[in-house]
């Protein structure tokens, strides 16, 4: 692994014969199983900046292949308070410290690797759409059809020019016999901001229920991330969410988390 960097890096040149059979079973668990995966004690706080990111790419290229995240192909995220507007719907909210709404990332899987948790807040919130689908059917079963039919995801200013501002994309799907979501609350709302763009009364209905009923106790999990947790989540059947949080002052202390994600092949 010496002399490469980090794009360099693969499950090949990254062996982990002990780790690595215990990461398939994690890979099981996430996109089989209950969409979700845990593991704490990677020891961030021994390790220089540069070691913490080569292990933890290491580490996901052993549960799949990292993808970009923006249209500047970031590979390997940092998110922190950048200090840039809550409130523009061109910054992406990862970059403050607002609150995220549920959403689910353009990859098989997420993965989160927590260096320093916030001084309050800030937790990792996790929900199964799949649950969320069945609400909606047994409460609103004459609109459940509409998911399996495009909705406009906000472009938020990362379309290319002469492109329109959003993208046609149906939040359900069935894929070998499983319901897969794809929902992205903040990024389904804000596509009114354009011209000529309204959500209609069954897509209201819908959005306004999934991020209701998500937030109703016995629904969802709060997971308060500590120094050296990795969190991994299906993007299929967990849509996740973040709540607002206060930073300490000192630099060294502020929030930060490496983000990774991951087509699981």
Excluded at 99 to 128: F, K, Q, T
Excluded at 133 to 150: D, G, T, Y
Aim: proline share 6%; aromatic share 10%.
């Amino acid at each position: 692994m010496e002399g490469l960097s980090l794009g360099e890096i693969d499950r090949d040149n990254f062996p982990l014969p002990t780790l690595g059979p215990k990461i398939l079973k994690w890979r099981d668990a996430i996109m089989k199983g209950r969409g979700l995966m845990l593991v704490r004690g990677l020891p961030v706080w021994d390790w220089d900046m540069d070691t913490i990111e080569r292990a933890y790419w290491g580490i996901g290229h052993h549960l799949g292949i990292p993808g970009g995240q923006n249209p500047d192909n970031e590979m390997l995220g940092h998110v922190k308070d950048y200090g840039e507007a809550k409130n523009d719907p061109f910054d992406r909210l990862y970059r403050t410290t607002a609150n995220i709404r549920y959403h689910c990332d353009a990859a098989d899987i997420v993965g989160l690797l927590c260096l320093h948790p916030a001084r309050e807040g800030g937790e990792s919130r996790i929900v199964s759409t799949v649950t969320l689908f069945n609400e909606l059917l047994n409460a609103h079963p004459e609109v459940a059809s509409r998911l399996f039919e495009p909705f406009k995801l906000d472009g938020r200013g990362e379309r290319k020019h002469g492109q329109r501002p959003y993208s046609l994309i149906p939040p359900c799907r069935y894929s070998e016999g499983e319901l897969r979501t794809f929902y992205h609350s903040d990024y389904f709302h804000s596509v009114e901001r354009h011209e000529d763009v309204t959500l209609s009364e069954a897509e209201t209905t819908i959005l306004d229920f999934y991020d209701e009923t998500g937030l109703q106790p016995g629904m969802y999990l709060d997971m308060e991330l500590e120094a050296g947790d990795m969190q991994f989540i299906s993007n299929h059947v967990i849509a996740h969410a973040r709540t607002e949080y206060v930073d300490f002052d000192e630099p060294a202390k502020k929030r930060h988390l490496l983000r990774l994600w991951l087509s699981a092949i």
